[in-house]
């Protein structure tokens, strides 16, 4: 489908030739958080960088994970606590580099009869837990009665309630963080480019020296010299391993993680739970805005990477789960607005079973100096790149003479934050909630706007204010849908819809409402032909029909 379908960007074409003509320090394959903090980290060190993604920035397993900057309470019963460690720390670095992307959530974590959490251990976990990851004030752990833990949470099962541990985690849009880290990258010198498919490497002396790449918008083919290649290709790593003929030793093993959506009105529970299942696993429930999402799976994957899909079976074990935990409620299958499933790059260990491997990041390098990394979590991205980029800084010194900076990202903001900390992120939504009221907006769209792009919000704006449209949501739409083919790639309506939106996930109804209007917009402003308008229409239904459909003809 997508050979036929052309659309021009003047600006990728540039980076194409740049990319074409020039040698770089370091190629970095993979367009997701891990590879966008690579390049983040490279550049800002002052290493000329070159991040290539073969389909959209972060489609693949960062944009589908359970969107939790969290500390990963449950590795402490692995006994993990260097991950932990890691981890809760790096929660509040990422919320001031992006204090308008992660949000403070706190976490409820219900203690039931014969759960996987007793009050003891809850207690002694959660003080560890807190001291591991440095937490201070207001966001230490408490230990709740049973009363107090129904008030803040009147759905949890009063009959084998005992209690509930408190504790301080935050919430962001995977893919929203992975974009702005990306932007925040080309202000750092890099460059990258999304639809740009790497295909086989380039050699010098037996050593990789590039990459040969596929454009697969203009359907091209060109070469990037570089004197190091990254792959953070996720769960593609063995893949581009096995075309450098280097997959040998560790290797990954894939497991599937499903979120199913809901209505908040199906599911209204005042704030995120972190509960026991039946199975002796545990799960996630989480409002955001509009809706409340429930997750995760957590199986072995062996089938098509590209097209990791949810299915019948996923969704019942999800709905059961949340509804023996909060037995008012008896969500059905037709409640189902939406849903996600991706995968997990984990690296493989003998005789572990999906949800005993170790989230740990690993590195490869290749006799032919390719190097690798997999694992690891949403959270750990900055310290993962760091440790990546570490080891090129020494290749640098040792080939080149090169002296490399240290990493200094801890301190770099991200695109859209220009706040001192979350109160001012709170006082700039009321502000844009003012000023957009006139014409209608609820509180919602302040939020939405702002939680997505934060002062960035000023642009949509102000090319809000040139719409004409009688419909304003139409029209902020429009002004959305600008900015983000203006400043963040966007190449298709899926790429606006999916993932520089979250849309799909989070407010499905709007595309049904916003599709025909902004499709039109590709056509009359943006060059994009009849015939590709009427292909992506036939996509977005089928996406919207399989994210949120689950009759039993499905199974």
């Not at 570089?226 to 391993?241: F, H, M, N, Q, T």
């Not at 509804?323 to 969500?331: A, D, E, G, R, S």
């Not at 991706?342 to 989230?359: D, M, N, V």
């Not at 009221?437 to 934060?454: E, H, I, Q, R």
Request: hydrophobic residues 35%; aromatic residues 10%.
């Amino acid at each position: 489908m997508r050979k036929n379908i052309r659309f021009s960007n003047v600006d990728r074409k540039k980076t194409i030739a740049q990319l074409s003509k020039e040698t770089f320090d370091l190629v970095v394959i993979g367009g997701g958080i891990t590879g966008g903090g690579i390049a983040l980290d490279a550049a800002s060190r002052g290493l000329k960088v070159a991040l290539l993604e073969k389909n959209d920035f972060a489609s693949g397993t960062s944009s589908k994970s359970t969107k939790l900057i969290h500390g990963g309470l449950r590795y402490l019963k692995q006994f993990d606590f260097w991950l932990v460690k890691e981890v809760g720390s790096e929660r509040a670095i990422v919320h001031k580099l992006a204090p308008h992307l992660v949000l403070p959530e706190k976490m409820l974590l219900p203690l039931i009869e014969n759960g996987s959490y007793g009050k003891w251990l809850t207690s002694i976990g959660l003080k560890v837990y807190d001291i591991l990851a440095q937490v201070s004030g207001d966001d230490k752990r408490q230990m709740l009665e049973k009363k107090e833990a129904l008030k803040l949470e009147p759905l949890l099962p009063k009959k084998i309630l005992k209690g509930a541990g408190y504790y301080a985690e935050y919430r962001t849009d995977d893919a929203r963080l992975t974009m702005e880290t990306i932007k925040t990258s080309l202000h750092y010198g890099a460059t990258a480019v999304n639809y740009a498919e790497v295909t086989d490497f380039v050699y010098e002396d037996n050593t990789v020296r590039g990459v040969k790449v596929k454009d697969t918008i203009m359907d091209k083919e060109f070469t990037v010299d570089s004197k190091y290649v990254i792959s953070a290709a996720g769960p593609w790593v063995d893949e581009l391993r096995g075309i450098n003929n280097s997959k040998k030793g560790k290797r990954l093993h894939l497991t599937k993680g499903v979120h199913l959506v809901f209505p908040y009105e199906k599911l209204p529970i005042k704030q995120s739970v972190y509960f026991d299942i039946p199975d002796g696993r545990m799960m996630f429930a989480i409002p955001r805005g509009k809706i409340t999402y429930v997750g995760t799976t957590d199986t072995n994957y062996n089938e098509n990477k590209d097209k990791v899909r949810t299915d019948v079976a996923d969704a019942i074990y999800l709905i059961s789960a949340v509804n023996n935990m909060f037995p008012k409620i008896n969500l059905e299958m037709e409640d189902i607005i939406s849903s996600w499933a991706g995968l997990r790059p984990l690296i493989h260990e003998e005789g572990k079973s999906a949800s005993e491997l170790s989230r740990k990041d690993e590195i490869f390098t290749s006799d032919t100096g390719l190097i690798s990394i997999a694992g690891g979590k949403l959270t750990g991205y900055r310290k993962m790149a760091e440790r990546v980029v570490n080891r090129v800084a020494k290749k640098m010194e040792e080939d080149h003479e090169m002296e490399v900076k240290p990493c200094v990202t801890d301190q770099i903001p991200l695109c859209g934050n220009e706040f001192k900390k979350y109160k001012s992120v709170k006082k700039y939504m009321a502000e844009v909630h003012e000023r957009l009221s006139p014409d209608g907006f609820a509180k919602y769209d302040a939020w939405y706007l702002v939680t997505n792009y934060g002062k960035q919000t000023e642009t949509i704006l102000e090319l809000y204010a040139k719409q004409n449209d009688e419909d304003r949501q139409i029209g902020l739409a429009k002004a959305e849908l600008q900015f983000c083919i203006d400043h963040e790639m966007v190449q298709s309506p899926m790429d606006f819809f999916i993932r520089r939106t979250g849309r799909l996930y989070f407010d499905i109804d709007s595309i049904r409402k916003l599709m025909d209007p902004l499709l039109e917009m590709f056509q009359t402003t943006y060059g994009l032909d009849k015939a590709a308008v009427d292909a992506y229409r036939g996509i977005l239904e089928s996406e919207m029909e399989e994210h949120s459909n689950f009759s039993m003809d499905r199974v």
